[in-house]
């Protein structure tokens, strides 16, 4: 990809040397500075230049984002430069200490190119081989699209990473990661529990580490004609210990306060038949108990398994 010059306009009179012209219509000098970042002396490559443009400075935002631990790329179609710094929050359920975030996905041709950072956390300074896979998700649950990380310089460091996928994905509206290999050994499954609604028909996969920690305790609204199944954390039960919900709406419900209830509380549509529009809501409250650190790691735990399970929505 090009490198773009994005100004950053520092304000300063500068004093520069040689004369360039940086398009047709702006005369820039070339302009001989170096860097600190956060206390680092860092030095630029010949890709780059810095360039006075009437008294501010010019320089290549590539270079700075990514010295201060950024991601960032060029969205053609919206002809705008995307740059993101946020703690990395994707992660698989079932190996907790790789991390996933700061995407940007934009489309390149007849695919998706998504840039993105990975950190391994636990391993020191060594550099780690990793083989992940990303999932997206539209609004009604459906994979619409996948891309393959793979790379064997991956450390306690954020690494950026950039692959692609097949056809358009950039309107996505979930992504999910899974772990495959690490320092080329598979990270294979452990098989899940199913859940089966006999009521609705539909099935849910269920983590193995759940048995004998949960219950489902259902509760019907006459008014709204709603039917809510609650999955509970029996150690927190009496703080509430509400893991998620299962909610079952009728479709008329759904189309006259679907778009009120989003816009008010975190909700995933998991699937419709004919009749009915079936829902997942995360916990909204604090329920478990944030005094006893057992409790609460246990709680937290068994939420993070919601995105696979929500995946695992299945009609009969």
Not at 41 to 50: F, V
Not at 227 to 248: H, M, Q, R
Not at 249 to 255: I, R, S, V
Not at 291 to 299: N, S, W
Request: with cysteine; net charge negative; charged share 20%.
């Amino acid at each position: 990809m090009k490198k773009f010059m994005f100004g950053l306009s520092c304000g300063l009179l500068l004093a520069g040397s040689s004369v360039a012209i940086a398009s047709n219509t702006i005369q820039a000098l070339l302009f001989p500075a170096s860097f600190e970042i956060n206390g680092n002396q860092i030095k630029m490559n010949t890709d780059y230049q810095i360039l006075n443009v009437d008294g501010h400075a010019y320089v290549p935002v590539r270079f700075v984002a990514e010295n201060l631990g950024a991601t960032i790329d060029y969205d053609s179609e919206a002809q705008k430069i995307v740059v993101k710094n946020k703690p990395l929050d994707i992660k698989d359920p079932d190996y907790e200490s790789i991390a996933v975030g700061n995407l940007i996905v934009t489309k390149a041709g007849n695919k998706t190119k998504v840039t993105g950072q990975l950190k391994f956390e636990g391993v020191g300074n060594s550099l780690n081989m990793v083989g992940a896979g990303l999932s997206f998700y539209n609004e009604d649950n459906q994979e619409i699209g996948a891309a393959v990380i793979s790379g064997t310089n991956f450390g306690v460091e954020p690494q950026t990473f950039v692959t692609e996928g097949e056809g358009d994905f950039k309107n996505y509206d979930a992504v999910y990661l899974h772990i495959g290999a690490v320092n080329h050994r598979i990270i294979r499954e452990v098989p899940p529990m199913l859940y089966h609604n006999s009521q609705y028909r539909f099935t849910l996969d269920l983590p193995s580490s759940w048995e004998g920690k949960y219950e489902v305790e259902e509760r019907s609204d006459e008014a709204s004609e709603r039917v809510n199944y609650l999955f509970i954390n029996k150690a927190n039960k009496a703080f509430g210990g509400v893991l998620y919900s299962i909610s079952v709406w009728t479709k008329e419900d759904w189309l006259a306060n679907g778009a009120t209830t989003k816009g008010i509380v975190q909700i995933y549509k998991l699937g419709e038949d004919a009749d009915h529009v079936y829902l997942l809501f995360p916990p909204g409250d604090v329920e478990y108990n944030p005094h006893d650190e057992k409790l609460t790691a246990e709680f937290r735990l068994m939420t993070n398994q919601i995105s696979t399970i929500r995946r695992s929505f299945k009609f009969e």
